[in-house]
């Protein structure tokens, strides 16, 4: 299949990040872009992306927050003692939703963690990651399928903030390109097996009834993002029903993996979508150093043959899965055997 990137992915790189109470090695490391791109290239072609513009993003973020997040790093004055990143230990409340003025009250604002440090190169590297996304998109429409390695990650961003490692949300970002490319009234499904809940992306959706979200992750009552991500959100107003969470107990495998994505095939079909994004996290690995599930190299590509008999065009997103042995081995298990489906 055809595969999407840019080396820009690299300019984002953080280094520390605040982990119950102690200072640890962010796990969201720029490596993550080298060992998933070298995994990719064994068999597929690969490609940089093309610049699609600002416009895709817009389609998808408020203006406000992605004003912030390109002007951040250049506002960094104003926060004496910064050096290689801006960070915020305030965050706004969903009782205190004001917008301020000065850089550090909107970090917090904008932000729903520490996990989101700003860089000189974050937004050069979030930029470039979601035209990554939106070449996928394209390509999917083109081919049938194809495979966006964005990184950072985008799954947990919302419309307007940041948080859980991700800036812009690609799978939204495709999501809304492919409706766009196939036309008034298309629909799109997009299905996140990223061990944690794809929050930002059902956020972003809640009220659309034109785009189903469906989320398969490890139960969040003691799991990030801890506050979503529940079998009783359903979507509201128009988007009501258009919504689906499949949380499963900690420690499963791919018995119980594979039996959710069973489900929310069944849902898909029913919906009859035009495409489909996968938001392809791979930290369901058994061996993945912050997962909570079991899922082995086998299982990844056994739910590829799953998800690849729904017969969709389909854009395979980059989310989730961190730095250990099996991570190139399980994308190149994934898309080979969706390739082999197809
Ligand atoms: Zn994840």
């Not at 993002?225 to 900690?250: I, M, Q, T």
């Not at 082995?296 to 730095?323: S, V």
Request: with cysteine; glycine share 10%.
């Amino acid at each position: 299949m055809r595969a999407f990137h840019t080396p820009a992915s690299t300019d984002h790189d953080p280094d520390r990040y605040f982990r119950r109470g102690a200072i640890v090695d962010h796990p969201e490391q720029a490596d993550r872009y080298a060992i998933l791109l070298r995994a990719v290239s064994a068999k597929h072609a690969v490609s940089e992306t093309a610049d699609h513009g600002i416009a895709p993003i817009e389609a998808v973020h408020d203006a406000g927050y992605i004003a912030f997040l390109r002007e951040a790093w250049s506002r960094r004055a104003e926060l004496p003692g910064v050096d290689e990143e801006i960070l915020s230990g305030h965050f706004s409340r969903p009782h205190m939703h004001t917008r301020p003025t000065g850089m550090l009250g909107l970090i917090g604002y904008h932000t729903a963690d520490t996990s989101t440090p700003i860089r000189a190169g974050t937004w050069n590297a979030v930029y470039h990651s979601a035209q990554v996304a939106v070449s996928a998109a394209d390509a999917a429409l083109a081919d049938g399928h194809a495979y966006g390695l964005c990184r950072p990650p985008g799954h947990h961003a919302y419309a307007d903030s940041a948080g859980g490692f991700c800036f812009l949300n690609n799978s939204g970002i495709a999501a809304r390109r492919l409706q766009a490319q196939k036309g008034d009234g298309a629909r799109v499904a997009i299905l996140d097996i990223d061990v944690h809940h794809g929050n930002g992306t059902q956020g972003i959706f809640y009220e659309a009834p034109d785009v189903l979200t469906i989320s398969i992750h490890a139960d969040p009552a003691d799991y990030f993002p801890y506050y979503a991500g529940y079998a009783e959100e359903r979507g509201a107003g128009a988007g009501a029903g258009f919504n689906l969470n499949l949380p499963l107990a900690h420690g499963q495998g791919d018995d119980a993996f594979h039996a959710a994505i069973g489900t929310a095939l069944e849902r898909i079909a029913g919906d009859a979508p035009d495409a489909l994004v996968v938001a392809l996290g791979l930290d369901a690995s058994e061996h993945d150093p912050i997962g909570a599930l079991k899922v082995t190299t086998p299982g990844f590509a056994r739910a590829a043959t799953m998800i690849a008999g729904a017969g969709l065009p389909t854009a395979l997103i980059q989310e989730g899965g961190y730095l250990c042995d099996a991570l190139p081995d399980n994308l190149a298990a994934f898309l080979e055997a969706f390739d082999r489906a197809r």
